[in-house]
């Protein structure tokens, strides 16, 4: 596995190719000094950077430089965290996680003609969005969002699509809080439709309870295709794991199939997985490069090789 950007903090990649080049688009860590939190107080990021490159293995990394600013946000309150970005009709959209002037996350959407930006931030975030970690994923002429995260990302605070008054966890024999997904409206700035829970299932066909935290989901969420099967994959959180589950359309429901990727050094794992001159990668981070500081990750990639019956190889996370 090969760090990236060695210069800086950079956590939380989704790598997409635009014009034939592979674009990442990272959070920023900074050294805020924030005291270390339950709820991730101390992941304070302002802003981001893209970078492109041409060749994962060889060769060099451009840094395109700051495309967003929380200051350039009319509705910005702090912690930019996970961002996406989606291409359609020659725009740029860039989807990203932040809380607002109440201390509510909320997704948020900004524009540009270029997929190195600057991206220009919308006046509001999307209508009825909620929790973080925004994906991105197209599928004929269609493109959905996936989204949630729970603890500091807020998703215990909503069940269907509406706030609590308190948030709540459900008992370790309940179903476990899901993911969500919706179908993106057609110039890309709101939902088309109300969010969905993104199911998934262990082998017997039963949802993953609350209690099965190797298993179930907690933030992170990030879909490909791959041979025809749609491979919806997240990060565990306070179990350290990048896990997958696939299923036959985007909505799912997913079947449980396995690791990933083992805990790195850090708590917080994150991933996106692409595709790039004939060869899947996987994108994540670690905080090996500061010494375990949690809230200063360093990007890493590593090839993703998947077995002939379309199962992904695991990987360890400390290699
Ligand atoms: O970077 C802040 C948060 O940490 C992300 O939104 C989560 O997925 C976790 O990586």
């Excluded at 293995?57 to 967003?68: C, P």
């Excluded at 996106?272 to 001159?277: L, M, P, V």
């Amino acid at each position: 596995m090969k760090y990236l950007i060695p210069g800086d903090y950079m956590a939380d990649p989704c790598a997409h190719v635009f014009n034939d080049k592979l674009f990442i688009y990272p959070s920023h860590d900074r050294e805020s000094g924030i005291q270390e939190n339950d709820s991730g107080d101390h992941f304070d990021m302002k802003d981001y950077h893209a970078f492109s490159l041409d060749d994962v293995e060889k060769g060099d990394v451009t840094d395109h430089g700051v495309i967003l600013d929380t200051k350039d946000i009319p509705w910005a309150g702090r912690q930019l965290w996970d961002s996406d970005v989606a291409c359609k009709n020659g725009k740029y959209y860039l989807y990203f996680s932040l809380k607002d002037k109440n201390d509510i996350f909320r997704l948020g959407v900004a524009v540009s003609d270029l997929p190195q930006g600057p991206f220009i931030p919308q006046n509001d975030p999307i209508r009825g969005s909620y929790s973080i970690d925004p994906c991105v994923f197209q599928d004929n002429g269609d493109y959905f969002i996936y989204f949630g995260g729970i603890w500091g990302g807020q998703l215990q605070r909503y069940r269907d699509n509406k706030a609590l008054e308190n948030g709540a966890y459900p008992a370790d024999n309940e179903n476990a809080i899901c993911a969500r997904v919706a179908k993106l409206s057609g110039d890309m700035l709101q939902f088309a439709e109300d969010p969905k829970p993104v199911v998934i299932l262990d082998r017997s066909g039963k949802p993953l309870t609350a209690g099965d935290t190797e298993r179930r989901f907690f933030e992170a969420s990030w879909m490909h295709k791959c041979g025809g099967k749609y491979y919806f994959s997240y990060s565990t959180g306070d179990t350290h794991l990048i896990c997958y589950a696939t299923g036959n359309n985007p909505y799912g429901p997913f079947t449980y199939q396995g690791v990933i990727l083992t805990p790195v050094v850090g708590w917080t794992t994150h991933h996106c997985i692409t595709e790039y001159k004939g060869k899947w990668y996987l994108f994540h981070h670690d905080s090996v490069p500061s010494g375990g500081k949690t809230w200063l990750r360093s990007l890493k990639v590593t090839e993703l090789k998947y077995n002939d019956d379309g199962t992904i190889q695991k990987m360890e996370g400390t290699q």
